[in-house]
Structure formats: structure tokens, C-alpha cells
């Protein structure tokens, strides 16, 4: 089996940063995407951040300049440095890989459980 363990939130004032981590751990055999994305209660899930298998990135307009989506040396990790961050930017934040387990010629998608990020004063 996969599974993608999330970590890294809770409360900061405005302003401030916090570091999101998700790690991935099972029967892998290659990890094609790594993602952050965010949902608020009754809404649809938004993409936040991408980074691709050659290290390519994408962004959504509200995180440009103060996000960072980053990867691990061994490349089961994807993290995500958030700065600067603002009331609006409170969520819960869930990671997304597509992966290619052993043994199967197919590519999956797995999410981590979500991590709350509340930024208040």
C-alpha cells in the first residue's frame, strides 16, 4: 500500500510562516507529481502548487512570490513554505501525488489527510 502522511500546520499571526511536509512511504516505484492543494467547508478543493518528476512548478495567482513548493533529496517528500501569510490564506491544506506503485503498469492518485493553517492575530 501508499500513504502520505501531512504535517507542518496550525496558528500564526499575520505575517508570519509555516512549513507543510508530506511523506510518502510503501510499495513505490516512481512519483510523477507532488501537489498542495486547499479546501474551505463547502467549497471545491483548489489547486495551491504543483511541482512535476523534472522539477517544473506551478503556482496558483495567490500564492505566486510568498509560496514555495519544494522536494526532498530522496524525492518522497514535497514541501510547502508558506511566508508572508494572510487571514485569507486559512484553510485546510491536503497534499496529492501521482504515483506508480511496483508491480503495476498504472499511475495513481493519493492524498495525505489534511492539515489545518489558520492565520489570525
Known amino acids: 500500500q501508499v500513504q502520505l502522511v501531512e504535517s507542518g500546520g496550525g496558528l500564526v499571526q499575520p505575517g508570519g510562516s509555516l512549513r507543510l511536509s508530506c511523506a510518502a512511504s510503501g510499495s513505490i516505484f516512481s512519483i510523477v507529481a507532488m501537489g498542495w492543494y486547499r479546501q474551505a467547508p463547502g467549497k471545491q478543493r483548489e489547486l495551491v502548487a504543483v511541482?512535476?518528476?523534472?522539477?517544473?512548478?506551478n503556482y496558483a495567482d495567490s500564492a505566486k512570490d510568498r509560496f514555495t513548493i519544494s522536494r526532498d533529496n530522496a524525492r518522497t517528500t514535497v514541501l510547502l513554505q508558506m511566508n508572508s501569510l494572510k487571514p485569507e490564506d486559512s484553510d485546510v491544506y491536503y497534499c496529492?501525488?501521482?504515483?506508480?506503485?511496483?508491480?503495476?503498469?498504472?499511475?495513481?492518485?493519493?492524498w495525505g489527510q489534511g492539515t489545518q493553517v489558520t492565520v489570525s492575530s
Open positions: 496529492k501525488m501521482k504515483i506508480r506503485r511496483r508491480g503495476w503498469m498504472t499511475v495513481d492518485d493519493y
Open positions: 511541482i512535476s518528476s523534472g522539477g517544473s512548478t
